[in-house]
C-alpha cells in the first residue's frame, strides 16, 4: 500500500495543532480541503485517524503514529527544502581551487580559512599548478577557479579574470639581516650572499633572474631551489641567504617568522594576481560568493600594505 506523503504530513501538523482548522491554518491552507484530504487517507487506508466524538481531536493509535511517520517526512522535507537554498545562496556547496604554490600557501589559505568559518558547508578542494595546467583544469572541468599572477593582456579569450592585486615583488631576508642595517646597499653588498630560488617553472623564478640582472649580474649563486614555501621560509629564517618573494607574502608572512625586507626597488613583474574562470560557464553559486569574498578581503589587504608602505617611506 502506498500512501501519499504530503497526506501524512497534513496528518502530523492537525495532530500537532490539535484540530482541523488550526492545522489548516498552519500550513496556510483551507479548513475544507485539509479535511478532505484525511478522508482520501482513511479511505486508503480503511480504518479512522481520529477517535470520534472528541473535541480537541484526538487520533487513533494508527492515527498517531502515521502522525509521527509524517512528521518525520515534514521535517526531511524541510530540510531538504533548507539545503536546496544553501547551495542556490552559494552558502553550501563544493569548490575546486587551483593556483599557484606561492600564492595559495602564503596569501589564499588563510582567506580560505576565514571563508570557511563563516561558509562552514563549503567544501574546498585545493590543487597546485602553473598557468597552461590551470588552464587546462578549467576548460576540462576539474577546477572551478584559478587563482594566479598573469599579465591581463594574456588571459584566454573563452575566460574571464578578476584581478585582486597588482604585481609587487621583494627582496626579503631574516630579520637582523646584516644588510638591513645598512643605509646604501651595493651592489658588492649582495655579491656576499646567496640566494634562495622559487621552483624553475614559476614566474617568480623568472622575476628573480630579471631582478638580479636589474641590478647588475647576469647570474647569481643558489644555496636552496625548489623547496615548497614552507622550507623556503625556514631556510630563509635560519640564514643570510635572500630571496625574491611577492610582498603579500612577506606581509603575512611577518605575522608569525622573523622577516624583512631590503629598502631595493627592483622591477615589479607586469602581472596581477587574480581569478581565472571559464566564461559563461555554469558554476556552483558558491563560486560566487567565494569571488565576492576574495575581492573584499585584497582590497583591506591592498590597503594595509600600502599602508605599512607608507609608514616605512617615512621612517626612511
Known sequence: MKLDSEHLEILAVIVEKGGLTEGADALGKSQPSVSRSMALLEKRIGSALFEPGRRPLRPTELGQRLAKLGGQIRSANQEASLLVRRFQQGHAGRLRVGGTQI????????????????????????????????????RNGTLDCAILPMPPAQVPAEMTFVPLLPGHNVIACRAGHPLTRRKGITLADIDNYTWIAPPSDSPLF????????????DDFRVSFSGGTLASIMSVLTGSDALTIMPYSVVFLARRSLALDVLPLRIEHPDRQLGLLTMTGQQAPAALKRFSEFLTAEFHRLRNRMDHELQMARRRG
Not at 588563510?110 to 585545493?126: C, G, K, L, P, Y
Not at 628573480?208 to 641590478?215: D, E, M, S
Open 103 to 138: 600564492f595559495m600557501d602564503g596569501v589564499i589559505s588563510t582567506m580560505i580559512a576565514d571563508f570557511q568559518s563563516r561558509h562552514d558547508d563549503v567544501q574546498i578542494e585545493q590543487s597546485y599548478g602553473y598557468m597552461d595546467g590551470l588552464a587546462a583544469g578549467l
Open 206 to 217: 623568472r622575476d628573480l633572474q630579471r631582478a638580479v640582472k636589474a641590478i647588475g649580474r
